[in-house]
T-cell receptor, first 114, second 114 residues
């Protein structure tokens, strides 16, 4: 059972455009939602994260929008650059067990065309 | 200095062989993880150790055995390798298992079983 669903699977955006990746979760016990960025041949790296008590978090060109009632969150990349071309993963963490178990979405491969 | 280092980076082997992947972190973290990334880039946690104690053990064939000699090292031993074991295996570490669990990933080990 996939607890975090991510879309789209792939995305092509022109340089300077806005990239939007969406995620939905099922478990209301999740209370921490990070986004990871992975370049080819590298491991994922934390990009930005949000707690459900805020509706938006912005760091530079990257913004997370969070809708707790809909159990959805999204990553917006403003002024997308070719260097942003990578695979992006949303994830969720939390629950009563609190073991640090990150549940990842399926990933979105972003290509930014120059 | 590489924060989370894995060896080897590439591993090509025959079905039925036994192989090990080593992981070391120099971040002083208490918790380490093994993830498997399949050909569709889906990331799934396999194991987690906190201070050498196993805390996450997902539904993984018992041919996979993690070993943590100390909190800076987490190795993965795989017996009787099968074709389906071909994947990229990532080691990660984090300061603790609670909220704001920022996990730092190694560069991965690409395992190819022929």
């Amino acid at each position: 059972q996939q607890q975090v669903k991510q879309s789209p699977q792939s995305l092509i955006v022109q340089k300077g455009g806005i990239s939007i990746i969406n995620c939905a979760y099922e478990n209301t016990a999740f209370d921490y939602f990070p986004w990871y960025q992975q370049f080819p041949g590298k491991g994922p790296a934390l990009l930005i994260a949000i707690r459900p008590d805020v509706s938006e978090k912005k760091e530079g060109r990257f913004t997370i929008s969070f809708n707790k009632s809909a159990k959805q969150f999204s990553l917006h990349i403003m002024d997308s650059q070719p260097g942003d071309s990578a695979t992006y993963f949303c994830a969720a963490l939390g629950g009563s067990s609190n073991t640090g178990k990150l549940i990842f979405g399926q990933g979105t491969t972003l290509q930014v065309k120059p | 200095d590489t924060a989370v280092s894995q060896t080897p980076k590439y591993l090509v082997t025959q079905m039925g062989n036994d192989k090990s992947i080593k992981c070391e972190q120099n971040l002083g973290h208490d918790t380490m993880y093994w993830y498997k990334q399949d050909s569709k880039k889906f990331l799934k946690i396999m194991f987690s150790y906190n201070n050498k104690e196993l805390i996450i053990n997902e539904t993984v064939p018992n041919r996979f055995s993690p070993k943590s000699p100390d909190k800076a090292h987490l190795n993965l031993h795989i017996n009787s390798l099968e074709l389906g074991d071909s994947a990229v295996y990532f080691c990660a570490s984090s300061p603790f298992t609670g909220l704001k669990n920022i996990q730092y990933f190694g560069a991965g080990t690409r395992l190819s079983v022929l």
